[in-house]
């Protein structure tokens, strides 16, 4: 889509002070200040100055409110790191994000829903936060298998019509504690905030 970007500084704006030219840097698809209450509050997609970041499949990007979108690395990275690091700039901080926001703590059961790059990268994050069981639902067979690999115990077929949730396991019993609640998918374009009302069996729901 050509929001996902990560390189190496080339110059900056008279009144950026932290960024500076020569720094590996990856930024978000929507450029905020890091200062608002709403950044304070950790939403930087719904800074109170945002701006869209897109063109990003170019050369050269600019990139406004450098010193709140940009994160630099310690150093210049290796050429087989930059593709993962890529991944941060959109899918895998949205992942992160979603899995944050469904409170998944070291032992949670996390149920994932959606297999697209967000979903997957929500099973990778939910095991980085230790979450002891990570159910995803897939209808696709490839996709279950990399689930497993990020970390998924179980991979479900799933039939999602409009306002209905049927899951089939594969090849294991429900587990009667894992009660997932199916919520409102959260999307970095929305204004709206996530809620933070889950249970302790956060649910993540992702249809991207
Ligand atoms: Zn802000």
Known sequence: ????????????????????????VVGSFFASDNTCPNCQFGYQSSCMHRERVGGAQAPLLRVPLADGTLVATPGVPSDDLIPSLLTTSDVLGTGWFAADAANVKPGSTVVVVGDGAVGLLGVLSARQMRAERIIAISRNASRQKLAREFGA????????????????????????????????????????????????????????
Do not use: T
């Open 1 to 24: 889509m050509g929001h996902e970007y990560c390189g190496i500084v080339e110059e900056v704006g008279s009144e950026v002070k932290h960024i500076k030219p020569g720094q590996f």
């Open 153 to 208: 115990a179980l991979a479900l077929r799933g039939i999602l019509p409009p306002g209905r949730l049927d899951v089939r396991l594969v090849g294991a019993r429900p587990d009667p504690d894992c009660r997932p609640r199916i919520r409102r998918p959260w999307h970095p374009h929305q204004r709206r905030l996530p809620r933070h009302d889950q249970d302790a069996n956060g649910a993540v729901d992702d249809r991207r």
